[in-house]
């Protein structure tokens, strides 16, 4: 099956936080998943340097804008390689290839856009207004930030044209939003009538001209949000010539396409998105994978409150896998979950070194002192695995991470309780071998997507490829090293 998976594209207006890495990180989980199953796909992240906060930005700290985006856009394209992260793709917003598919597609839905005049309260974070229903006291909701009054003339895109065939679409489950929460919050939006036509452009002069030019009207740029949405089209090469890029192959012929996205941006993903592709005539998304957000120690991670914690500062504790771990294990993707670098230092070692990384080294250890060949014919832990397996994938089909990586380390806790109660460093019998080398075989497959370095060494050190061979020779000269020191 081919698969398109996408990150959303975080504003650079900033450094990179652990919010924008948990989204990347579960987003390379559920793509090594799908690789791991056979199936083609192509992994696409990026960052999004358009809009009003980005030119503020760079004008507070001084620097020029492309000065400016090129820094910061580096600060996260970095965490491709920090985190082993495997994108196949990394868009730019102001890259002339995302320009090339803005422009496209805006000619495509020209026959729903029209000139008309704005006034209301917007907030240059969210990069969105809001009516005086919504916010009486004049306040963002999520960036509690005062809102500004602006009145000005740009272009509307005829939305309003398209709910009812999206509310459609959302009910029937045609778009598969998760969890089911959100899907009843989406559709709650839809019924409030707040939902209007969509403001898609802003003047040029407030921007000073940084953004995406209108085609055929340069006094007006291109709504962030309008042109930051097609980055999933022109990251494959929307736009482009045709047949240069990966568009019809990965956009149009796909089996499935995921979104996966924070809940500060659902109503962008879950009505705007599905109403443009509906006006251009192009293939809709499948699922849209809504997480929740990391509060630290209690508190909303905040520069003002100085709690904003950096990806770099949990390689300097821990590494790249015991990082990779914490995210895909720990914190409930469905519910704000709260970080402390305690938590995380006590997972990292209680839970990754003192129980997953000891039970291999245990079972190496046992296995050198072991016979040297095994036959495969009894497995004392076969009805664990197959429950764990079943569980496993039951919950990555919910797109759970955390459910099923938890079944996961309970076939761990019950390993090494089965070396404990059954003495095996005195010895065993070859059903018992036989049993730890299952117990490897599978924690390697189980915890490949988010452990691929350590899941190939386990793999490589096991010299087994094949369970239903008639039996397996131990390598007694691999000297096998901890993986989590």
């Given at each position: 099956?081919?698969?398109?998976?996408?990150?959303?594209?975080?504003?650079?207006?900033?450094?990179?936080h652990?919010?924008?890495?948990?989204?990347?990180?579960l987003?390379?989980?559920?793509?090594?998943?799908?690789?791991?199953?056979?199936n083609?796909?192509?992994?696409?992240?990026?960052?999004?340097?358009n809009?009003?906060?980005?030119?503020?930005?760079?004008?507070?700290?001084?620097?020029?804008?492309?000065?400016?985006?090129?820094?910061?856009?580096?600060?996260f394209?970095?965490?491709?390689?920090?985190?082993?992260?495997?994108?196949?793709?990394?868009?730019?917003?102001?890259?002339?290839?995302?320009?090339?598919?803005?422009?496209?597609?805006?000619?495509?839905?020209?026959?729903?856009?029209?000139?008309?005049?704005?006034?209301?309260?917007?907030?240059?974070?969210?990069?969105?207004?809001?009516?005086?229903?919504?916010?009486?006291?004049?306040?963002?909701?999520?960036?509690?930030?005062?809102?500004?009054?602006?009145?000005?003339?740009?272009?509307?895109?005829?939305?309003?044209?398209?709910?009812?065939?999206?509310?459609?679409?959302?009910?029937?489950?045609k778009?598969?939003?998760?969890?089911?929460?959100?899907?009843?919050?989406?559709?709650?939006?839809?019924k409030?009538?707040?939902?209007?036509?969509?403001?898609?452009?802003?003047?040029?002069?407030?921007?000073?001209?940084?953004?995406i030019?209108?085609?055929?009207?340069?006094?007006?740029?291109?709504?962030?949000?309008f042109?930051?949405?097609?980055?999933?089209?022109?990251?494959?090469?929307?736009?482009?010539?045709?047949?240069?890029g990966?568009?019809?192959?990965?956009?149009?012929?796909?089996?499935?396409?995921?979104?996966?996205?924070?809940?500060?941006?659902?109503?962008?993903?879950?009505?705007?998105?599905?109403?443009?592709?509906?006006?251009?005539?192009?293939?809709?998304?499948?699922?849209?994978?809504?997480?929740?957000?990391?509060?630290?120690?209690?508190?909303?991670?905040?520069?003002?409150?100085?709690?904003?914690?950096?990806?770099?500062?949990l390689?300097?504790?821990?590494?790249?896998?015991?990082?990779?771990?914490y995210?895909?294990?720990?914190?409930?993707?469905?519910?704000?979950?709260?970080?402390?670098?305690?938590?995380?230092?006590?997972?990292?070692?209680n839970?990754l070194?003192?129980?997953?990384?000891n039970?291999?080294?245990?079972?190496?250890?046992?296995?050198?002192?072991?016979?040297?060949?095994?036959?495969?014919?009894?497995?004392?832990?076969?009805?664990?695995?197959?429950?764990?397996?079943?569980?496993y994938f039951?919950?990555?089909?919910?797109?759970?991470?955390?459910?099923?990586?938890?079944?996961?380390?309970?076939?761990?806790?019950?390993?090494?309780?089965?070396?404990?109660?059954k003495?095996?460093?005195?010895?065993?019998?070859?059903?018992?071998?036989?049993?730890?080398?299952?117990i490897?075989?599978?924690?390697?497959?189980?915890?490949?997507?988010?452990?691929?370095?350590?899941?190939?060494?386990?793999?490589?050190?096991l010299?087994?490829?094949?369970?239903?061979?008639?039996?397996?020779?131990?390598?007694?000269?691999?000297?096998f090293?901890?993986?989590?020191?």
């Amino acid at each position: 099956m081919r698969y398109f998976v996408s990150t959303s594209i975080p504003y650079v207006n900033d450094q990179p936080h652990i919010g924008y890495l948990w989204e990347a990180i579960l987003a390379d989980v559920f793509v090594r998943f799908q690789r791991e199953r056979g199936n083609d796909v192509f992994f696409l992240s990026g960052v999004d340097e358009n809009g009003l906060k980005i030119y503020r930005s760079a004008q507070s700290k001084g620097w020029s804008v492309v000065e400016f985006v090129q820094e910061t856009s580096n600060q996260f394209f970095k965490l491709k390689k920090e985190f082993n992260l495997s994108y196949d793709g990394f868009i730019r917003t102001s890259s002339p290839q995302h320009q090339a598919g803005v422009e496209k597609f805006w000619q495509m839905v020209q026959k729903d856009i029209y000139p008309g005049y704005y006034q209301g309260w917007y907030c240059v974070s969210c990069e969105d207004y809001f009516t005086l229903e919504e916010r009486p006291d004049r306040f963002c909701p999520i960036h509690h930030k005062r809102l500004e009054e602006l009145k000005e003339e740009n272009y509307f895109f005829r939305l309003t044209k398209y709910l009812n065939q999206i509310e459609d679409i959302i009910k029937q489950d045609k778009i598969k939003i998760r969890p089911a929460k959100r899907k009843k919050e989406v559709l709650k939006m839809i019924k409030s009538d707040q939902i209007k036509d969509l403001s898609v452009s802003r003047s040029a002069k407030r921007s000073q001209g940084w953004g995406i030019k209108v085609p055929d009207d340069p006094d007006q740029v291109v709504y962030v949000w309008f042109d930051a949405l097609i980055n999933y089209l022109s990251g494959l090469g929307f736009g482009q010539e045709e047949g240069s890029g990966n568009f019809e192959k990965y956009w149009q012929e796909a089996g499935a396409i995921v979104h996966f996205i924070g809940k500060d941006i659902f109503k962008f993903h879950t009505i705007y998105w599905p109403a443009m592709l509906l006006a251009a005539g192009l293939r809709l998304p499948d699922e849209i994978i809504i997480h929740d957000f990391f509060t630290v120690e209690g508190e909303k991670m905040s520069k003002t409150l100085g709690n904003v914690i950096k990806p770099e500062e949990l390689l300097t504790r821990a590494g790249v896998e015991p990082s990779r771990y914490y995210f895909s294990t720990q914190p409930n993707q469905f519910e704000d979950s709260d970080f402390s670098l305690n938590h995380f230092d006590a997972v990292c070692q209680n839970e990754l070194k003192n129980e997953v990384g000891n039970l291999v080294s245990r079972i190496f250890g046992l296995l050198k002192k072991g016979p040297a060949k095994i036959k495969l014919d009894q497995n004392l832990f076969e009805k664990e695995i197959n429950q764990t397996s079943l569980n496993y994938f039951a919950n990555f089909n919910q797109f759970d991470f955390r459910k099923a990586f938890a079944v996961v380390f309970d076939l761990v806790k019950n390993a090494n309780k089965f070396i404990e109660e059954k003495k095996l460093w005195q010895g065993g019998s070859e059903a018992d071998f036989k049993t730890l080398v299952q117990i490897l075989f599978k924690l390697a497959e189980f915890y490949r997507p988010v452990m691929p370095e350590a899941s190939e060494k386990i793999r490589l050190a096991l010299d087994l490829t094949d369970l239903n061979s008639e039996s397996v020779f131990i390598n007694r000269r691999n000297n096998f090293e901890p993986l989590f020191e």
